[in-house]
């Protein structure tokens, strides 16, 4: 009996502490994520492009070395924001991600894409039609095919065209 | 007093227990097993609900800790490999031909990674093998390339360097992939063969 107590306090805090740690690990690596973008000096609601992927200059897991990347840090709750980029000679996206790694929203920017844009509300503000509830931070990226140093720099120029702006 | 000693106790034990068997099944403590509705194809292993709402609560950690931003299967999947044909685990030690044909989707790369989900730290620039270059060498035909420590002896032939790669992966990814591949991914795609030809310098 006096064991009883004891062993339903272990099973009870070993579960909360499973699902708590669990659940957790997504925002805490996100959060890893930012920070670490952040310290690389890429600030908020503005697009930078990567270099070309190598061993020396890779900053997350698994870059994949045959695509041009940029990314855009912004957050809904300093308002709301709009996200769009150009079409590009190959295979291309624009993707979002919310602050639990879910990837939200993706946008084809291949050749010929009708993509204009997005807009990134907050989900008491999210009025207009077509746009995008997301609640605090969020990370925008844009892959475009690129297996060489030519098409690299080629990608790379259209990041000038995209925006990534608070609205208002 | 010693009850209060032993709920204290089995709080923190417990705690902790909870704690790292989260990590285990999160993949943040390496050997954990793959909870979700893993796909398996020659031991090309996948998942669809990556990137997606509805993964699992433990694909979802595991994702944040191996292929963060990873995108959802309409936009692209991912396959890994981490044992040759024969079920041995790839290693730097080995060399190992990886051929294959035509996929359904847009385009198709594979890149090796190592055990801690980063580029290989070497200065071969021969990180990865895709299709634009099958399409070139092979004329949009069947391919074949090396995955070895060093470079092949003849110059011309195409290679992906494992030099610093210790125990590695190789990943497939297709971008675009079509609705059948989706649908019914077993059936649909042929996955790269992965033979090993020789390890320290012996061949098999």
């Known amino acids: 009996m006096r064991l009883i107590v004891p062993a339903i306090a272990f099973v009870l805090s070993a579960v909360l502490g499973h699902y708590f740690v669990l659940n957790g690990i997504p925002g805490f690596i996100m959060g890893k994520a930012h920070q670490t973008f952040e310290a690389e000096g890429i600030p908020p609601n503005t697009w930078v492009a990567s270099p070309r992927q190598t061993p020396e200059t890779q900053q997350i897991v698994r870059p994949s070395p045959d695509l041009a990347y940029a990314i855009c840090r912004f957050d809904t709750t300093t308002g709301p924001v709009f996200i769009s980029a150009p079409a590009g000679e190959r295979y291309g996206s624009l993707s979002i991600f919310d602050d639990q790694t879910d990837n939200v929203f993706v946008a084809d920017l291949g050749p010929g894409s009708s993509f204009t844009g997005i807009e990134v509300r907050r989900p008491a503000e999210n009025t207009s039609a077509g746009a995008l509830t997301l609640d605090g931070r969020g990370i925008a990226l844009i892959r475009r095919l690129a297996p060489s140093q030519d098409a690299h720099d080629r990608a790379t120029s259209l990041v000038s065209d995209a925006v990534c702006n608070p609205i208002g | ?204």
């Open chain 2, 1 to 204: 007093m010693q009850v209060v000693i032993r709920l204290i106790v089995a709080l923190i034990f417990g705690a902790n227990l909870g704690a790292l068997t989260a990590l285990w099944f999160g993949g943040l403590i390496s050997g954990g097993p793959t909870i979700g509705k893993a796909i398996d194809i020659n031991g090309w292993r996948s998942d669809w609900s990556i990137g997606s709402k509805n993964a699992n609560p433990y694909v979802r950690a595991r994702v944040a800790r191996n292929g963060l931003l990873a995108m959802r299967k309409e936009e692209a999947v991912y396959f890994t490999k981490t044992e040759d044909d024969a079920g041995e685990r790839l290693r730097e030690a080995c060399t190992y031909r990886v051929s294959g044909d035509t996929y359904p989707a847009e385009w198709w790369s594979i890149t090796l990674y190592d055990a801690q989900n980063y580029l290989p730290k070497n200065d071969d620039g021969r990180l990865s093998y895709d299709q634009t270059a099958a399409d070139s060498f092979y004329a949009g035909g069947p391919w074949n390339f090396l995955v070895s420590p060093s470079a092949p002896s003849d110059p011309s032939a195409p290679w992906v360097s494992s030099r610093a790669g210790g125990q590695f992966d190789i990943m497939l990814r297709l971008y675009q992939p079509n609705g059948d591949l989706l649908d019914d991914p077993t059936t649909t795609l042929f996955p790269p063969r992965v033979e090993r030809v020789s390890c320290d310098g012996e061949t098999s």
